[in-house]
């Protein structure tokens, strides 16, 4: 699991087995320990870096709209 700070809002990337051989990458957007979104991914994976990666993607991608509509700014992905 990974975790990065985007504006407000704290975003874990992680991955679960989604069956025999194959990963899916998701994401958990929270802020002040409350979560405000979780999503899975798309695409399924061969490896476990890969979809935690993916899902991290995913998750600052989301983080960084969130902060559009209730700032008014993109704080980047850092």
Not at 34 to 62: F, R, V
Not at 64 to 69: D, N, P, S, T, W
Request: charged share 35%; glycine share 12%; hydrophobic share 25%.
């Amino acid at each position: 699991m990974t975790h990065r700070k985007i504006g407000y809002f704290d975003v874990e990337g992680t991955c679960y087995v989604a069956k025999p051989g194959r990963w899916r990458g998701k994401y958990v957007i929270s802020e002040d320990g409350e979560e405000l979104q979780e999503k899975l991914c798309p695409s399924l994976h061969e490896n476990e870096d890969d979809a935690c990666e993916e899902g991290m993607k995913a998750g600052i991608k989301a983080a960084r709209q969130l902060m559009k509509e209730r700032e008014g700014f993109d704080p980047g992905d850092q």
